[in-house]
């Protein structure tokens, strides 16, 4: 079972000019074969499919937590398409209504991946770079433990050249902020199944990092985390369990020489920004503030707080100019 | 992002009896249109995408909130078909080991899905009962409140009538105790999203219960879970965050007329079985004892307990003489 | 546009011994690559998208015209279906309750395609034989005429050979009428294709007659039919349109040498059975009486007939001695 | 089974500027989860399996009649698409030919679906706007009648949603006329399916409307159907079957509160409009005067009048400035 | 470009008992994500794609050079099927002809993949152990060299999971004759994936073989493969091109610790056995003899010699005992 | 099985400019259902599946032999979209590396399919133009020797229709060259399958031709080729196999009344060139010359000429102007 917080691994830059062709391609690394549900979903299955798992605890230990983590980087790549997405239609201000006859999405026709529109509120797909539903056969779950952690080390590998060529691609900040964090702790988890291969079999497979051959400080955007020590950290996501990661999750790391070691913590993250609402694809409402009225009376009856208890990012203050500049452009 | 923890949402019977073709058939509460992939991954990406969320909090912490709880039942599912495939090729005990040669899956040779013994090791797989792989395509995020919330209460609807019916056609007590849990937890749901929608609209959809018609209390493995007062309770599965559940989720239970109430906390659950290993399927490994040797040396080193530390729940004990039954049969 | 009426194409028997696994394979000619669904589509899009209709009118008439009659061929298999798996769980008669907890649908369990059962109503589903769905990739429509008759020539050769094997497979009375039925009508088509692409290029397909090498008439099923003189004719199912079918459908029958004709008039069919309740997965109800309740009351309150007035075959005499049967063993 | 009958569902505008790109979006209201080809399968679907049929008689005649009309609607979706296909290659005038040296397709390499041009001959095809196919998985056929209902009224719900945003972002005068259309029409479906599920259970659905909440008189489009009542009515697709649809479909229309009405014959429709060819993609061939010769050679052997029989609009009256115009500039 | 040549690589026993269950168990080294169609097709893309490859040519000489080898193991396991499938149906002697009347495929209704019956002539089909077709989301071709060896190395231990596990369930002599010869013969090419990463970055995977942890050795029908020193060899499986094996096929078999070797020449292989007709599939025809005489008249006319010139193993010698106890039987 | 020898079928224009969303349409005939794996694929399973294969010879060696040629039309195509891909981004002379700081990739961003370049390493895909997956649905082998004959003069059909039009979207000179080429080998297939017909069933399918109706001399692409007369021309490709051909492959060509003749030996073919690396896609290293190193190194610890071995086209001289070009634009 899991506990879910309301915080984003990262903080995102916040919505500026939106780049619907930009979010298209950034699916890739959302519904992909290497996109992050394949991560979360191929480590949750072999987690829950784990035979004698007492027997090989601290291996259970890591592909179980690992895949809490990354729960997380779904969540962010969903955050920067959205935050990619938005002003891709017109967003007035206050109670100004869109007038659907004026052809608010007109701009987007032909642009991106059309389903964010027609089908979604401007809004993150399970779907990769071509529009494709991401599928359960991208699931590998043999059982066989060297082979799933052989199996994680290439799909972290082959994820690791998807966000190297999604950074190449799309300029958008949140596009670029998002690969520098995904590419530092993906970096992290192909050491972890690298190194769990090694205390297994005795090969060694540290020679082949970092591949593809790109040094991850040569990314501007991974060097915040780097300097944070994110590059060495793997994270304990669970309450209590998952006590067993340093038996595996030790040693050099590869690129850099310096210590691994498990942070027995949480990564703590940051209140996500409350992306606006986007009349035009009736998100959350063609005419949003009425639901806002409800609520507002719905928390009054509960005995609730007058103001909403969730922490969200302030993104009025912050993101003020960027999204009346990207109003102004799609009006 | 999410913590995760080492227990499942109900405690499940040992193995027994294999069922391979029973568990083909569960497969569709995993990976079919309706099953908890889908309602995980539905309600997770729609509170990923969930725009302007300040202003409609309390049906944003609803939906994010019963994301979490759903990520439980995908692994409830999961363990319950685990636990009907377990015994379904030859365990021998203690280190002897299965000959390939004696072909120890032959009696599995057109039974169910060949997958489960192919690709996986005796483990759920991401498919539905006709082996098709779950997609997103079953995922629906529009962005619209009321249209998410509309879909959702379909949903759950869809799924109500897929568990009745796997009950009804599977006889493996775990099958039996998953469908008996889910579908009160199902219907708790189906409650919540159907208020929601009450609330927003004033559209009363209480007298759709129960949908299908048959009453929940007539299925005897739902009972516990009713005398617990589990058909009234939203379990908040966060350290911190959906505090506002209560605003949406309240008012009677349209089937029993029982006031609804929001539990503060997480479901509590049961450590779950340590499933035995299946060496005929090589998991973990053609020779599960080497891996648990050097877990055990690397835990050493690493100065953890000598005992892995992990809680599971006592399968020697419990399943000593199903597991011996069981494995005498397929020998 | 169409008008409906309700009347199917042929008398299919009444349920007798149930046939899941005879259903599953009758699949096939519904979903399939060959299936009516495809025969049914790819002449209506043919049509919807033909270009330059008044210089070509024959052959537009004639592509219209077929996919009418191919949506009856849809219905026909589907009638097949459900009357193959009518009784396949227990129907208690008059307002006796199915009991849940006796396992109703354990029977079933292994046998055919579970998505009958778990999925749909112990009806007919958009798949194939082995349970994938009918996909829009299997319509051709290439806008060039010649070339859509020569698919459309292959696709009904595809379809013979298919509905041959399922014939050759399944024994059940309802599966054999079936396809003796669509074996006499399709091959009328097949013709009709072949002597379109003769019309326009003179090449002469007629000694292809019959593919697969198999004489109609050595199929007693198609007997009936052959002598009702159903291998000459066309139908023209339309009030009005499509007068210019003599313009092509002419000439010899290439397997019997008889002259070919257009009939004036729609196929009269007969009325369908009323297919009986399934409650044990809720078809058309978990307690279908309340349903039929309700409906008398509101053809009261809109002032209609006390008897339902859709027409219908008359089930309860002709099957009252193979359902009781079917009940008793499904008990 | 069915009669077909050769007018569309409402005039359309004639070919006017090509607009590929806009076309590949309109495929959604195709192909797409919650486009036409669902809407007629499911309906279609539910009602070859629905068992009990004279119990529910009011219902079934309900979901067997829509269906019908629903056919229409997927061929109104292609006409719009073929329509704006038009021109989109050049249509040199009499019998001259495309140089296919010349490159008569490149104007459209990178525009819109690629296989409207590649794989049809600038015509609709059975796909979804990112040129995925249709697939039967969209179908929902539970055999249960309150939830087929249930999903029927969420289908038209999220249909709704889909032709909104369709409508948005596409100028043309074939997507804005087809989307106002199919906006009037499929409101009255959806408020078909809200009063059954209201007949049955006593739940009111009526304050849900309009979801997506925009007053359809919104829609300057939807105007001239509203102002002839077609907000209001149910038409009868048949010759002389659905005689029930007055018990379930009645009372006031949510939106204006006026009474709904059981129109007691089919709409009228209009004559299509014969589409030109399109020589540069063969369709329908690549020098169809040819294919004339031919058909009216086959005309008079048969004894067929000598002008083609089938009503069309006329075409070139009305649309030879539109026509013009897109081949000067595609040249 | 290829040459083909109609030998297969290894002598398959003949038909005896057929065994449809386990010829559709089979399909998953055929068309599952691990099967040879995989293995050929990852390879072959990666060679068409391989950029810079005079820079690299011993590595693409490996990959190009194993591509053509798996084209074979394609061929093998297509042949085991069809020979597991010959005899299913009813296969009478000399002119007798199969009658339809008498269900001659009854005895395979629900057993096996259907279509191996419905769509085939009882022969192989792209698909895998559920009935799903291979398709190209399989393929991965990344460009980069260590990433797509890296990925080959996983792909070959992923396929010996899946032939060690068919081995273990399917015990007619066809299929574990392959499985012998596919572990030996991908056991090498493992290697050979595992040698050029070595080669390329000093990762030593050889501490991984083998895995699953099951010795070759212990399989008895790789042992005459082993005995011919087939586990030491890549052949060379071109006139004239990749000589740079050697410069990377080299040093210890990991397993054996014998050194590996470039065998200059391609496998000598075996000619195929002629499977017998199965007339009630129609393969080759409904009446075989009719095409027979044809093919007789027409090798007359091109002054070809009188007695086919194609070499096939003599079947009628070695397999008469089996088919006539197989034909008995399916009678 | 087969030899592979690196000649490509015929010489392709070098790289130019580079033309992405051209390269996205022409993966229509690699990936599409009329594609060059299509064809390869389904005469490859005929042949894998035929029976009765010694009384049919002529056809059975028709077949298979046409499958060799097509193994060499599946990599024409991949060379024709990796020419055109080529330059697509920048290629810096020498050891000059790319920086991804500069966004190497954004000129694509929304051109084209996208995983040209974040999948693959701008090298073909197993897709269509929409980006989907080439797939085993779309081979056909009934094991019906007519029958299968009839698909593949389908096939080729419907493939020539997709080569015209593909021709006329896309100018890139590799893409017209192929086309050129593809047209009038797929022609010879064309007739050779139509032939085959014809002296099995006595129907005669040569007034079919050309189809679709554009003489195939009409495209200039074609003329080198026709010249050469490839149009009647048949090649042996085995070293000793498919003796048989001239048994079917006879007769005149219907378009130009020539004989057709079986040459007996594979076509000569070109050296392929060797595209250039492209190091913002890390293809074949984001630092090639190191792999180069390591190369030159293992050839001479090998005992390997200096000089790597491989034939390959002169790219260095004739492309020269062209590469400079396209790398100083896409900078």
Known sequence: MILRYDRIAMELPPPSDPD???????????????????TFMN????????????????????VANIAAEEFGHVELVA???????????????????????????????????????LAGGQ??????????????DYVFASGDLVEDLTHNFFLETGARN?????????????????????????????IAYARA???????????LFPT??????????????????????????SPSDYQELPAVFNGPNPETGEDLVVFDEPAEGVPPRDLPRQPAVFAPDFAPED????????????GLPKEPTGLVADLQAKTKRATKKATARSK
């Open 212 to 237: 593809p051959r790109i040094p991850t400080d040569k990314i501007p955007e991974c060097k915040p985390h780097i300097e944070r020590g994110d590059h060495l950290r793997l994270y304990r996501f």
């Open 291 to 302: 639901v806002a009225e409800i609520a507002t009376k719905l928390r009054q009856q509960a």
């Open 43 to 62: 480590y949750t299955f072999q987690s829950f499919n784990f035979r004698g798992r007492q027997g090989a605890r601290p291996f259970y230990d890591l």
């Open 79 to 117: 955050t920067a398409i959205n935050t990619m997405l938005t002003g891709a239609s017109p967003s007035p201000n206050g109670r100004a209504a869109v007038d659907p006859k004026k052809s608010p999405l007109s701009a987007v026709k032909g642009v991106g991946n059309p389903q964010h529109f």
């Open 123 to 136: 809004g993150a797909l399970p779907q990769d770079s071509n529009g494709r539903p991401w599928n359960g």
């Open 20 to 38: 619907p062709a930009g979010a298209a391609a950034v699916q890739e690394l959302m519904g992909g074969r290497f996109g992050e549900m394949s």
């Open 162 to 190: 998807n966000k190297l060529k999604v950074y190449e691609m799309v300029e958008h900040p949140a596009a670029r902020a998002l690969t520098g964090y995904l590419l530092v702790r993906g970096g992290v988890h192909q």
């Open 197 to 207: 291969i090694e205390k297994l079999t005795g090969a060694d497979l540290m020679k």
